[in-house]
């Protein structure tokens, strides 16, 4: 029964029903078009970005970003810690929000790419969907998150991990996190009351430029990320005997720098010996006094190691301590160690999302790699209440936090696609 009245219902039932309309795609150039003009606020005459959060810049953005939201037909909001929530109903009002998004403060003089990708990437989704017709079941939540590069305070904030103390702390604009926050419209007092618990959000996904080499290097369009590796630091201090560097003959002198060298050595040797991907960095030493007519009487050594299990960290730097104190006993130097805080535990991607983002890369072509993020993200603390995905695309290089930092248009859309496509793919998985 063909009756013309049925028709256009008809039609548009098949329109708006995924499975029947064409792969829907983001639109390359609007998406890059608002990623330049994003670029616009803060750029200083080295070509960087000095849109660091709480500046008059980030507040500038904010309004700029806000209004391309709307558009999309997101209900926008501020929240208590300053995050903008672009709301979107779904049209099954009992399942929870799937939220994505990332940041758009930048550090002082860093690039135009890390965290704005991944925000007008959220936007150009939803705006793709509107397009299409498509609304999801499940509700979507698209956060760009408050001051990501001075402490990842939204999404801590979110995750009930932001301490009072933290908000006291002075940030790269130079106001508290705690002013910072007003400044954006948020109200740090209440901050308390964001907690979001397990189960609150279906999920939560993040698409990022890698800034690392790898996806550029080996020319893959995809990064699946594993995890987000943690992070652990110890300072090694060995102690000798400070002395006249000209007086005192060579075999008189008790050098606390020849053990320290030997140790930066050996650290790198360690962490070498090991299978994986773990990384191990001596950053920074410090001789004391630190004259170079004086054989210095003390000198630290910061070890930094980064994995994504923390077992496999304690395993290396069980090795490590070992050598370290194996060289202060033979050079007959004191040897002092200090675990240093930085409160950085693994964040590991969930395996199901994982699976999705893969397969939804290869559906549309993309050559894929699953790698580790070897920096910290907000979806490491959003990680700790949903389910978390992260896509990488590749950078130039690998060069980030600076001016030079870049992606390509077509791969800030391929990005931008997978991330479309896995929200699609959870929409039907997730119930
Ligand atoms: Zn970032």
Do not use: C
Request: aromatic share 6%; net charge negative; proline share 5%.
């Amino acid at each position: 029964m063909t009756n013309r009245k049925y028709l256009p219902i008809l039609l548009s039932f098949f329109l708006s029903y995924p499975a029947f309309s064409q792969t829907p795609k983001v639109n390359p150039d609007r998406l890059h078009e608002s990623l330049m003009k994003l670029s616009t606020f803060g750029k200083n005459a080295a070509g960087g970005s000095d849109r660091v959060a709480y500046s008059s810049y980030d507040l500038h953005a904010r309004e700029y970003v806000q209004g391309l939201m709307k558009e999309a037909g997101l209900d926008v909001s501020i929240d208590f810690a300053g995050n903008i929530i672009g709301r979107k109903a779904g049209k099954n009002p009992n399942l929870k929000p799937i939220a994505f998004g990332s940041h758009i403060d930048e550090v002082p003089n860093g690039g135009d790419y890390d965290g704005p990708v991944g925000s007008m990437g959220a936007i150009e989704v939803v705006r793709t969907f509107s397009e299409n017709n498509i609304t999801t079941d499940h509700p979507l939540e698209v956060i760009i998150f408050a001051n990501e590069e001075g402490g990842v305070v939204g999404s801590r904030a979110l995750a009930g991990a932001l301490s009072e103390d933290a908000l006291q702390v002075v940030s790269n604009s130079g106001v508290t996190q705690y002013d910072g926050i007003k400044l954006l419209g948020g109200n740090p007092e209440r901050i308390p009351e964001l907690k979001r618990n397990p189960g609150d959000l279906a999920a939560y996904l993040e698409l990022h430029i890698e800034q690392g080499g790898i996806l550029d290097a080996e020319k893959l369009d995809i990064g699946v990320v594993e995890g987000i590796v943690a992070i652990e630091w110890w300072e090694f201090t060995f102690a000798g005997k400070a002395n006249h560097a000209g007086t005192t003959p060579m075999n008189k002198r008790n050098d606390p720098m020849l053990p320290a060298a030997q140790f930066v050595l050996a650290v790198n040797e360690i962490v070498n010996s090991y299978e994986g991907r773990q990384v191990g960095t001596v950053g920074k030493i410090q001789a004391f006094p630190g004259a170079g007519n004086v054989i210095p009487g003390e000198v630290k050594v910061n070890v930094e190691l980064r994995d994504l299990s923390s077992e496999k960290i304690w395993k290396i730097y069980a090795d490590i301590e070992a050598r370290g104190k194996q060289l202060a006993l033979e050079s007959q130097t004191e040897l002092a160690i200090k675990h240093i805080e930085v409160a950085s535990k693994p964040a590991l991607a969930d395996p199901e999302i994982r699976k999705v983002i893969q397969a939804q890369a290869e559906k549309l072509g993309y050559g894929t790699k699953s790698l580790p993020s070897g920096a910290g993200h907000d979806a490491q603390e959003m990680a700790r209440i949903a389910p978390m995905g992260m896509i990488f695309i590749p950078s130039k290089d690998g060069i980030s936090h600076a001016p030079a930092e870049y992606s390509s248009k077509a791969d800030i859309a391929n990005g931008a696609n997978v991330l479309l496509h896995t929200i699609l793919e959870l929409d039907k998985l997730l119930k």
